[in-house]
């Protein structure tokens, strides 16, 4: 199934509620920023940016598959 950044976007607006959480998944699933960039920008770790995508990114997908 191809989910589109629009599909993504709404997604992640609708189902995360923290807003660097948010801002994390906006940056690495639609802008492409690297995992060490977004760490060092939001003043984490790498692996806290890779937990944060990883739990944003089962929420959202999940949500997204049930919608279609």
Known sequence: MEISNSDIDKAINEWIHNKRNRDILHERLIDGIKFEELAEK?????????????????????HIRSEK
Do not use: A
């Open 42 to 62: 939001h003043d984490l770790s790498p692996q806290q940016v890779k937990n944060i995508v990883r739990k944003g990114k089962e929420t959202i997908f999940n």
